[in-house]
């Protein structure tokens, strides 16, 4: 397998090709655009001269090959057609990528019984970090920190007041969470 150096008109970045991509479209790694690389630099023409004006939302998809694990940026047409990784020259056939699909098969939903019980013994935001709403419950667990700080300093009024104030944020989340923080019904 041979390969031969060629540089794009647009960007003048010099870029390896092997054989196989000789005389097919494909993209620059540098600029993104559409370029055919020749055997001879001075033979070398854009495919058009709109290309040079591409954006980058234009210019197609990455695709990430499997053999070098590098990505490289291919047009719209080079989809689903084999060529050659510009960085290893393994043949690849690069793939658009589809929309992103997440599965809730896998999912299993929280029960309601466990987060209300969390709640009523352990009020300090272990219910919230269950259900997912972890930045909830992170603060609800430095506030029963703060509290019995001070109630370790002598502060006992003030104390109970937190404690009672904490104990009811706590009860309104009991009775008003009905889903989690994927807002998935809890069961």
């Known amino acids: 397998m041979g390969v031969f150096k060629y540089e794009c008109p647009y960007c003048l970045k010099t870029t390896f090709f092997n054989n196989s991509q000789a005389n097919k479209e494909c993209g620059c790694p540098g600029c993104l ?12 023409k854009p495919l058009n001269q709109e290309a040079s004006l591409r ?10 090959c499997l053999h070098c694990s590098n990505v490289a940026f291919f047009s719209d047409s080079q989809a689903n057609k084999r060529c050659g990784c510009p960085i290893c020259f393994y043949d690849i056939v690069p793939t658009r990528p589809g ?4 599965s809730e098969i896998f999912y299993v ?13 352990f009020g300090w935001g272990s219910h919230n970090i269950y259900a ?9 667990g430095l506030c ?17 007041i937190g404690l009672l104030a904490l104990y009811i944020w ?7 969470q009905k889903n989690d923080a994927n807002k998935v019904p809890m069961s």
Not at 109 to 121: D, E, N, V
Not at 170 to 176: E, K, N, P, Q, S
């Open 33 to 44: 655009n559409d370029i055919v690389p020749m055997r001879t630099v001075k033979d070398a």
């Open 55 to 64: 954006s980058d939302r234009e210019w197609g998809f990455k695709y990430r």
């Open 99 to 102: 929309p992103v699909v997440i």
């Open 109 to 121: 939903p929280r029960k309601r019984l466990t987060y209300i019980l969390l709640g009523i013994f």
């Open 132 to 140: 997912g709403f972890v930045a909830k419950g992170v603060i609800q």
């Open 144 to 160: 029963a920190v703060v509290i019995s700080v001070m109630f370790e300093y002598g502060a006992t009024i003030k104390a109970l």
């Open 170 to 176: 706590v009860l309104c989340d009991i009775i008003g």
